[in-house]
């Protein structure tokens, strides 16, 4: 069965600490992984991960695909309070000529001064 | 103003009642889907829609109906609402022509089964 698993379910930091937030799968068919950000209510876009693109940054944040490992990492660097979010990872499967998403239950970061 | 709406973003309702969540969206794309998320559980799939005629389940639908009035609209519907059916409910969209997967939520509607 196809799944996502995300480590650790919450996260307690304080300013300026680097975190490391971890994504592992199985899926049949990988097309890519995406990875959201939920503040308060909507997810947004952070990155998306492909077999030809498996690193990605922008500003702190940077994520990396082992598809050997079937795995994915988002890392936050000099985190700062308005960092506190939900963090979740998808990951976008070929299924019957549709992009099936498959969400991990998320990872809570809170990030205290 | 949202590029996807939903309404109500809350609601409190009783056992029993029928209760209708209505999204539109001003994106253009073809593809909509609603989704609820529960703690501990991410988000999960409920319904899905390619086109006004072509309706799909997700992989928790029972309990649920939907209707894709036009391209802009799709609507989730609980004909007779149960308390486990509290949650955050989300409408989201997705580009046909990119098909990355990446989707654009709305703000999401808190339902309270009572």
């Known amino acids: 069965e196809d799944k996502v698993v995300q480590s650790p379910l919450s996260l307690v930091v304080h300013e300026g600490d680097t975190v490391t937030l971890n994504c592992s799968y199985e899926v049949t068919n990988f097309r890519s992984l995406l990875w959201y950000k939920q503040e308060k209510k909507a997810p947004t876009f952070l990155f998306m991960l492909t077999s030809s693109g498996i690193e990605k940054k922008s500003g702190r944040l940077s994520s990396i695909l082992d598809k050997k490992e079937l795995s994915s990492i988002l890392n936050i660097t000099a985190t700062q309070t308005g960092d506190s979010a939900i963090y979740l990872c998808a990951l976008v499967e070929i299924s019957g000529g549709y992009n099936k998403l498959i969400f991990g239950a998320g990872t809570r970061l809170a990030v205290h001064p | 103003d949202a590029d996807v709406t939903q309404t109500p973003r809350n609601r409190i309702t009783k056992t029993g009642k029928r209760i209708m969540l209505e999204c539109s969206q001003t994106k253009g794309h073809d593809r909509m889907y609603w989704y609820r998320q529960d703690p501990g559980l991410g988000l999960r799939l409920i319904y899905y829609?390619?086109?006004?005629?072509?309706?799909n389940k997700g992989e928790i639908s029972d309990g649920y109906s939907v209707s894709r009035q036009a391209q802009a609209k799709f609507s989730l519907s609980l004909e007779s609402a149960i308390p486990n059916q509290t949650a955050l409910y989300f409408c989201a969209t997705s580009d046909t022509d990119r098909n990355t997967g990446e989707l654009f939520f709305g703000e999401g509607s808190r339902l309270t089964v009572l």
């Open positions: 829609s390619f086109d006004v005629k072509d309706i």
